[in-house]
C-alpha cells in the first residue's frame, strides 16, 4: 500500500533553491507513494512565481530601499524562479480541496483529517504543527524523515 504524501511549498521549491532532487529522496526513503498537495500551495506558488509576495520569508519593513533594491531583486528573481519550478514539479501531484485558504493551514488540516501520512517541508514553525511524520532537509540537499 503506497503511503500519501503531502507536498509543502517549500518542498516543491526545493530543486531550486537546495538543489535537492526531492522525487528521488521521496524514492529512496518511501519506497511507494502518492503525492498530493493542498490547492493553497498552488495558489502560493502561482503567486511567487509571478513575483508577488513571499512565502514563509518575512522581510524588514524598516529596510532602506536604495541600498538593497538590487539584492531584493534579485532574491525575488529566484524566489519567482523556483516557484514557477515548483509549480511544474506539482503537476505530479494530485490537488485536494481544503477548508483552509493559507497553504501551512491547509498542510495542518490535511494531517489531521489524516489525509496524509507524511508531510515534505522545509518549514521549521509548520513543521512543529503537523500531526503527522515529516520529511524535510538533513544537511545541505539529502531529505530524511524527522
Known amino acids: 500500500m503506497s503511503k500519501r ?9 526545493m530543486p531550486v533553491e537546495c538543489d535537492v532532487r526531492v522525487f528521488d529522496g521521496l524514492d529512496r526513503l518511501l519506497g511507494e507513494y502518492e503525492l498530493i498537495t493542498p490547492k493553497p500551495v498552488i495558489q502560493e506558488l502561482e503567486r511567487l512565481a509571478q513575483g508577488n509576495g513571499n512565502s514563509t520569508e518575512h522581510r524588514n519593513e524598516n529596510e532602506s530601499r536604495t541600498k538593497n533594491s538590487t539584492r531584493n531583486g534579485q532574491r525575488r528573481g529566484q524566489e519567482a ?4 519550478v515548483g509549480r511544474d514539479l506539482a503537476e505530479r501531484c494530485t490537488v485536494v480541496e481544503t477548508d483552509a485558504t493559507y497553504a501551512d493551514d491547509a498542510l495542518v488540516e490535511l494531517a489531521e483529517r489524516e489525509a496524509c501520512e507524511y508531510v515534505v517541508t522545509n ?22 524523515i524527522h
Open 5 to 13: 504524501v503531502a507536498m509543502d511549498t517549500s518542498a516543491l521549491m
Open 81 to 84: 524562479t523556483a516557484a514557477s
Open 123 to 144: 518549514d521549521g514553525p509548520l513543521r512543529d504543527r503537523l500531526s503527522v511524520g515529516v520529511i524535510g532537509l538533513r544537511g545541505q540537499n539529502e531529505l530524511a
